[in-house]
Nanobody, 114 residues
Framework: VQLQASGGGLVQVGGSLRLSCVASGRILAINVMSWYRQAPGKQRELVAGITIGGSTGYADSVKGRFTISRDSAKNTMFLQMNSLKPEDTGVYYC?????????WGQGTLVTVSS
């Protein structure tokens, strides 16, 4: 299983970005996909997750600003990020949990300038 994240970049405060993550390989029918981020000097933290059935969960810091979605037919997950803040800066990683295992993508850098 491989995950490829994309869509990061430099954006001003209040701007928007849309991240994508494409999973390839043997993808099981039951899985959970999620986005994590890691700011410089900080631990990696969960941003949002979505089940195969479409149930979602968000970190308190991004509720109302970020929206996670997926196209299960294409094994693709998205993260729409609006009203970005400097504290949203970091490397964003996608993750796939299935069959008791976890797979990570390589990360995509988001920089929010003030």
């Amino acid at each position: 299983v491989q995950l490829q994240a994309s869509g990061g970049g430099l954006v001003q405060v209040g701007g928007s970005l849309r991240l994508s993550c494409v999973a390839s390989g043997r993808i099981l029918a039951i899985n959970v996909m999620s986005w994590y981020r890691q700011a410089p000097g900080k631990q990696r933290e969960l941003v949002a997750g979505i089940t195969i059935g479409g149930s979602t969960g968000y970190a308190d810091s991004v509720k109302g600003r970020f929206t996670i979605s997926r196209d299960s037919a294409k094994n693709t997950m998205f993260l729409q990020m609006n009203s970005l803040k400097p504290e949203d800066t970091g490397v964003y990683y996608c993750k796939l949990n299935q069959g008791g295992l976890a797979y990570w993508g390589q990360g995509t850098l988001v920089t929010v300038s003030s």
